[in-house]
């Protein structure tokens, strides 16, 4: 009997340990896009749990209230764009950038009567043309980073009219009071959906595998509890072989989450692919983004932006997750495109 | 006809120095207390108020008077007034000293030499004496949505009074303070970073020890970018003035659908 309750004593000792223990928390805040859709899917499939840490999920309707979050240390964590970063840290916020969510995804959308005029791989069809989009956006930042590598000189060559939302932009395009308009997703889905308008170009076409939302940190706290944010990215790498490798349930899981029509997922996110959710910091691109600013003159102070941008822990999560899949070939490619782009 | 009415308007709301402008409702609504500093720069909350934007904003003021910037600053501490409109230069200093103030937009500065002719310390010097709004941190600072309705009915001050003929800008300002020749005003509703971050560094205020970001906290312009965004909405960017001050904002871009809400697990929202 003493033999027993030893045993019995000795498994809820184990389960207390293995089981009871508290893992390390960390709330994320994230802004409602498709592509941003790996926080889901971790979620959903209990990636962070099995890889040992605890998220929270908050949703922001705005990139600035989520990074004001992040600075109060209400969040730990969070994926607010490239813009709202790099502008916090350029004002001495102290962050680090130490992964991604989101390459690509901007289009420039048009009214189907200018399509053909505006059709063709050259950026030069845009020369002389009124561009609408919203100042500091991913597709404003990064189109006129095209241009500029295309030699093209858009100051003089183009005319771009600002508005506050990318609402207003689309409002525009429709009644032709710009000729084009960049926009993001789902966006330009919706205004093919509901106003006909149609995408001329994907700025992808133009500017490949560019920089969008990345995901930032305290820099004090990524030092700190570096083995948690690990953790986190680990589980995310995970989140992007099953988004890569099963697109029905990562629609259904996207759709779940982000209340958007269905088909407008899918198509966006694997048969048009405007945007691939895709969790590698990109330090070359965010160093581009940077510089693409500073060009457009939108900040004209010169910051060493590239001391917070951490790719250690990602490489470390990403070599920790191969380690235990060895043969996977999804893994071995984001280790290629890793390589490439940091 | 409607520009030279102006500077009657403001003419009254200056006599009625200690006034409350509310809105007609008979619901008890407490007014936000604006401190303001009898100074040409505090044009734009005397025409606001005069011209009933604060109303029309949603905002109920009640305006007080101030003739240094220090009895107001000290008054904003002790929870006496809301919000103020004091000189920049003060105001930096108590922030480097350690206290609870947040700027969130800017007013006027007198330009009593062209800043052209001036060295950088100098410049910086006539710079300092300009007006900003402020706030006190913490739980007593009045809401964003609040402020938010304060800075559009600043800024539409603002396209008020450069619109209004040169003379009637000038009665304006000179019927602020002491009427000081020749001098002009420049007005500017936004707190920009980087303006304040040049005063800062030329009165060396950013100590050893310091965080990076120690001004940036106690600068708030998303409450400027809000009020640019609400006027744009309602009006587009047909006015110039409106136009060259969005241009101008360098303020973080919209991201995400109009009705995108907070949300989060107790809330009831996501997974």
Known sequence: ?342 | MARARLGTLLTASVLMLQMTVVAGSAAPVKPLRIGYLDHPGSALVLTAAAKNLFKSEGVQVRLIRYCDTESGLADLAKDRIDVGAFTVGETLLQIADGKGLRIIGGGGTVLAVDPADLDEAAKAEQESGGIVMMVAEGPRAPGKAVLTGLMTALIRAHQSLQKAPKAVRDRVVTQISLPVPDRSVHFEPSADYRRMERLWRSRDLQKEGMPRDFLATHLDEEIYCDALDRLVDRDGLKDELLKKLFSEAVCVPDCCPKDAKKKNKREGGLL
């Open chain 1, 1 to 342: 009997m003493k033999r027993i309750m030893m045993f019995v004593l000795l498994l809820s000792l184990l389960a207390g340990t293995v089981f009871g223990a508290e893992l390390p928390k960390l709330r994320v805040g994230y802004v409602p896009e498709p592509a941003h859709g790996l926080y889901f899917v971790a979620k959903e499939k209990g990636y962070f749990k099995e890889e040992g840490v605890d998220v929270e999920l908050f949703q922001f309707g705005s990139a600035a209230e989520g990074l004001a979050a992040l600075k109060a240390e209400k969040l730990d964590v969070g994926t607010f764009g490239t813009t709202a970063p790099l502008l916090f840290i350029s004002k001495g916020s102290e962050f680090s950038f130490i992964g991604g969510m989101m390459i690509g995804g901007q289009a420039i959308i048009t009214r189907p009567e200018r399509l053909a005029e505006l059709s063709g791989k050259d950026l030069k069809v845009y020369k002389g043309k009124k561009i609408g989009l919203v100042k500091l956006s991913t597709g404003d930042v990064i189109f006129k980073g095209a241009l500029k590598k295309a030699g093209i000189d858009y100051r003089k060559d183009l005319n771009f009219v600002e508005f506050g939302t990318v609402a207003a932009v689309v409002e525009a395009v429709k009644k032709g009071a710009v000729d084009a308009g960049l926009v993001y997703p789902p966006h330009f889905s919706l205004a093919e959906k509901n106003y006909g308008l149609k995408v001329a170009h994907y700025i992808e076409d133009f500017y490949p595998d560019y920089t969008c939302c990345r995901i930032v940190a305290h820099t004090k706290q990524v030092n700190a509890d570096r083995e948690t944010y690990r953790k986190f990215l680990a589980a995310l790498i995970r989140a992007y072989r099953f988004y890569k490798t099963n697109p029905d349930e990562t629609v259904k899981i996207y759709t779940k989450a982000l209340k958007i029509d269905e088909d407008i997922i899918r198509n966006e996110t694997y048969v048009k692919r405007v945007a691939e959710s895709n969790p590698d910091p990109l330090r070359k691109g965010i160093l581009d983004f940077w510089k693409h600013i500073q060009d457009a003159g939108y900040i004209t102070q010169d910051y060493p932006m590239d001391k917070h941008i951490n790719t250690s822990i990602y490489k470390e999560a990403l070599d920790a997750v191969i380690k235990k899949n060895p043969k996977d070939k999804t893994y071995q490619q984001m280790l290629t495109f890793y390589k490439k782009n940091n």
